[in-house]
Structure formats: C-alpha cells, structure tokens
C-alpha cells in the first residue's frame, strides 16, 4: 500500500509541470485547428497501436480540416502541442512555399524539440542537440571541416568498404537478404573510419560491442519517439533506464578509447617532429573528421568535451542517414526493373572495366543515377519529420489567416509528408491535395507514389520551388554533413549497383517506413512486424 501511494505521489510531482505547462498555452493553442481530445491527455489514445496507425489517423484529420478551408492542423498529445501546415485551397497556392520558408528560414524556431533530449546523453551539445550562442559557434567553427577539398580525402574508405560489402553480399547472391542491417554495418565502417581514422571492419563482424551498442540505443531512441508512455519518468526508471545507461556507457567509452589513441598518435607524430628539428607540427593534413576537430581544440575553438560530443553526433547521424538512403534507394530500384535496366546502362557505360579508378568523376557523369538518389529520397525520406520548439509566439498573420504559434509549443517541419503533395511532383496539377500530408490510400495518391526519377531532370527542377524538396532539411538548422552524405551515397551505391542486380517479389509499397527518427527500411517491420527490407542480389 505505502509503495502504491509513493508511486502515485512521485507520479504526480512528475505530471505537475506538464499540467502547468500545458494550461500556460493552452488558451491560444485552442484557436489553431485540430482535434481537442481528451482534456490534458489530448489525443494519446490514437497512438495506441502504434506510430504508423497513428499516423493515418492524422491524415485523416488533416483532411477533414482541409476541407473546411484551414491551412494548419494542431494536435494535443500527452500536453505537448504540435503544429503541421496543410494545403487549404487552390487559391492559396502562392503561400505554400512562402509558409515553408517562413519556418525553416525562422531564426526563432531554431530549437530542436523535446525528442531530441533523449538523445543529449549520447550526443552531449553537438550541433544536432545544441542550440542558442553555443550551436551557432560550433556551427560556425565546423563547417570547413565539410569543404569539397576536404570530402575529397575521404574516397578511399568510402571504395574500400563498398568493396567489402560486394565481397560479402557475393557469397549471398540469388537469395532474399535483408539489405539495410549490412548497409548499416558498411555505413558504421566509414562513418568510423573517416572519423578515427582506421576501420574497425564491423561487416566482417557484425557482433562487434560498437555495432550492438549502436543498434541497441538506436532502437531505444526510435521507441523513446512513438511510444508515449515512455515519456513517464517513473514507468521509464522502472523498465528501460539501466539497460540505456549500460548501452550508453559502451558507446561512450568506445569514443573516449578511440579519441585517445587519437591523441597519442597525434603526440608521437609532434615528437618525432621534434626529434628531427621541426617546429611542432600539427596533424594539419590529417583526413579524419577527429583530426580537424583537435586542431579545433588546439587553437582554443573548441574545449574536449566540444570534440567528444561532435564526434558522437558525426558517427550518430552520419552513418544512420547514409545506410537508410541507400536502403531505401535498393529498395526503390528492386521494385521498378524499368527504372534499374535504364540506370544499370549508365552505370555500366561510365564505369567501365576499369575498376574504381576516378571515382569521383565517374559520378559526375551518371545524371540518371543523382536523379533516382533524389526520388528515393523524395518517396522515402530520410528523417521524416524535423522537430523545433516554438520559444516565442510565432505569428503567422501574414500567411494563415492570423494564426500564432503559442510559445512553447511545437513546429513538425516533415519532409515526408512534404515530398508527398501532388501539387508539386505529380504530372497532372489539376487538383490540390493536402500540402504536408503523407498518404497511403494509393487509389487517390498513385501517383505520388510512383518511382520516377524524371521528376528530377533539369526541366522539371528548374520550374519547382526549392522548399518543396527538402531531404536535409532547410534554414539556419540544415543537414551540415548533407554533401559528405551524398557523395558517400553516390560512391558506394555506384559500386554496389556496378557489381549486382536487384529484385524482389514485392511492390514497392509493400514497404512502409514509420515515422521515427530515422524512417529506415526496417522501422515499419519492427512496429508491425509485417514487412521487411529483403531483396536478392544478382551477380
């Protein structure tokens, strides 16, 4: 009996705050459109069977409010508040982009949201967490580290674990693999090697404590996202807190070892710089992304912990968004063999016999190929929704209908659900759709759904607003890894595709991302456990 009163006790101390805030904003969050729910606990119940049936619910509504000629739709779940713009009428068009803009470009919703703290342990105030003067330094700081001079010196590791990968997957050919665990492996070995500076050949292990560490927090951060519950500290202390504590201990003991051997290295090569008369000499040509960041720490631009926590949020981000790319992009191409016949031609025309040699140029030269990466990412974004609080009243008078953004609430700026308004990539732009609404009822949006690479030819892009497609995101807070990204994508996707062709017995959507953090291949099979990312690799 006393242990159920403590709970209750500690349970309301903990929902106390939420309430508060909750009644702080709840006036003017009222006047935005969208469903009440129940009060304080709003609409959480619709979540119950999961993100991806969640989802659905909301474009549902979304759609009723559209209809009714409103532009945004607000959602109360669990007190928070969230807004997502939606498309009103024909009339209007001329303030989409406008509105878009007026977000991503705001200098004042630059704030990550709430999701984002679960992920702070792990990441510290690296430039995916941080915010405010802090953010804006460090941003300032690292970008060269990103030059194109600079990605030049990383092609070696992206060609020789993409040529890792063609020798393991070669021993599997003709049967279903599920790609995207090896693509992650393969993605894990660059990100490490670019970053430490040395591979530490985690395809050939993939039981290696790294990669478990890494799938096993990864897992927790996509469950901490869409299963609201876990937003209770105490039911969260209860059941999962030891277990993140013990994944997150390995993952950072794995850098502070890592970075150390870094550090030692670095020392022997200043001595021996010594030993010989030189004056001391930095690691200035280094090609890891620690090297550029200690060169950082040196001159006194950024403090150790500063390098710890970027070099943790690279290895998060860099390797997650590559191997769900290019999942996705194998998956798009296994299911439209039109599609993949017509690329294979480029690819096999550009690269020839000659094995890898000149690599970066080879790229330059497949348009075709940039233009199915660009649709893939289109149809399967890579982080589905962007997350910013709201710190000030935002007001959107000029563009919707007076509408204010109260403090403390917050902005979904969803490229998924963006790269899905027919307006903008369908052929036939005589009706208007929701504009960020993502939709599953395939008889009314087939085409949005359609693989075209097309849709990106030269003609087509030059017409399209360029907030219409935003794969990294837009604004002061875009992707600042975005062209190693792609240029790794392009590496190692040419020289996979180069070696196989791929197939499978399913439709393209018969595989369905959730809108986790990451909307890889397999989010959707482990929320339903329906689906998977399986394709054969033909020689």
Partial sequence: MIICIIFVVVLLVYLLPKIICFCRIHGKALSLPGPYGIPIVGTIYKL????????????REAQKLREKGHSI?????????????????????????????????????????????????????????????????????ITPTFHFGRLHSYLPAFVKEAEVFVAIVGKMTDVEVDAYPLLKTCALDIICATTFGQSFHMQQNPHHRYVQAVEGYNRYVQRYSSEVHMWLAPLWYLLHDRKVKTLLKELNEFTEEKMEERIRYRQMVNKCARLKGLNHLRVQNGTSFADCLLNCHEADELTLQEVYDEVNTFVFAGHDTTSTTM???????????????????????????????????????????????????????????????????????????GYILPAGSEVFLSPMLLHHNPMTFSQNRLYLIMYMTLVYSLQVYENDWEFDPDRFSPENVE????????????????????????????????????????????????????????????SHARNSHQVSSSIKFQI
């Avoid at 191409?333 to 016999?353: C, F």
């Avoid at 600042?480 to 791929?502: D, N, P, Y």
């Fill in 48 to 59: 119950r069977e999961g993100s991806h049936v969640g989802l659905r619910w909301m474009m």
């Fill in 327 to 401: 999942g996705w992009l194998f998956w798009c191409l296994a299911t439209n063999e039109d599609v993949q016949r017509k690329l294979h031609a480029e690819i096999d025309e550009v690269m020839g016999d000659d094995g890898h040699s000149d690599i970066e140029q080879k790229i330059k030269e497949m348009p075709y190929f940039d233009q199915c990466i660009k649709e893939s990412m289109r149809i399967y974004a890579t982080a589905p929704f962007t997350e910013r609080i709201v710190e000030n009243d935002f007001d959107l008078d000029n563009f919707l209908d």
């Fill in 463 to 522: 017409n399209r607003n360029h907030y219409n497609y935003l794969p990294f995101s837009g604004g002061p807070r875009n992707c600042i890894g975005q062209r190693f990204a792609m240029l790794e994508v392009k590496v190692v996707a040419a020289i996979i595709l180069h070696s196989f062709r791929l197939s499978s017995d399913h439709e393209m959507t018969y595989n369905v991302p959730a809108p986790e953090t990451s909307g890889d291949p397999a």
């Fill in 73 to 141: 739709i607000c959602f109360n779940i669990a007190s928070r508040i969230y807004t997502i713009p939606i498309t009103a009428s024909a009339a209007r068009i001329e303030y989409e982009d406008v509105i878009i803009q007026a977000l991503v470009e705001s200098h004042e919703i630059t704030s990550k949201g709430r999701d984002y703290d679960f992920i702070k342990p792990w990441l510290g105030e690296g430039l995916l967490t941080s915010s405010g003067q802090q953010w804006k330094k460090n941003r300032r700081i």
